[in-house]
């Protein structure tokens, strides 16, 4: 660490009132020199280019921190509207189940105009959700996963092996990075 250097104003204060002490009683001067420092004086070339050093490394500094917030900030923002979406897409899940129970039921014909509005609200729900990056998990006949299913029960299955899905109590729904509902099932046991 250097020392801080005094301002030449008032080196040049000192030895003035070191001067007029140092005066004979008989008027004659005593010639003061200054005193050596313990480290040589920087000229101005050599400060300006350390000060424009330092002001660069400072601004380079700000400039990354800045840079590492605006990162920051927009996958913060990202990650906001994500869970947003999620959530109102688990809140209109509910609504598609309840259109598939009341399909399920519904008579086969063609005939009642009744049945076909609520196939073409279901139809529309169902492309909202493509749209939105959602797609159903209805997984049976694949082996149980816990990340993605949610047994209800498990139950003896001639044929199955044990640990797959062989029956679904409500289908899942998954984005591309995140399990919105995990399906909920019946494993083989």
Do not use: W
């Not at 086969?108 to 196939?119: K, M, S």
């Amino acid at each position: 660490m250097t020392r801080p250097t005094p301002k030449e104003e008032a080196v040049v204060s000192e030895l003035r009132s070191r001067h007029d002490e140092s005066s004979d009683d008989d008027g004659k001067e005593a010639v003061v020199e200054p005193a050596a420092p313990d480290q040589p004086e920087e000229d101005e070339l050599t400060v300006a280019k350390r000060e424009r050093d330092e002001y660069l490394d400072l601004a380079k500094r700000t400039q990354a921190d800045f840079e590492n917030y605006r990162k920051r900030a927009a996958k913060d923002l990202s990650a906001t509207g994500n869970r947003a979406r999620i959530g109102v897409i688990r809140e209109i899940l509910p609504v598609v189940d309840n259109l598939e129970r009341a399909l399920s039921v519904a008579p086969a014909g063609d005939g009642d105009a009744f049945v076909e509005g609520v196939r073409l609200v279901y139809r529309e729900l169902e492309g909202a959700l493509a749209r939105a990056g959602v797609e159903a998990i209805e997984p049976k006949g694949d082996t149980f996963d816990p990340n993605v299913h949610e047994a209800l029960s498990m139950r003896p299955q001639d044929g199955a092996e044990s640990g797959t899905v062989i029956d679904v109590i409500e289908k899942g729904y998954r984005t591309a990075d995140t399990v919105v509902r995990p399906a909920r099932v019946v494993v083989a046991a």
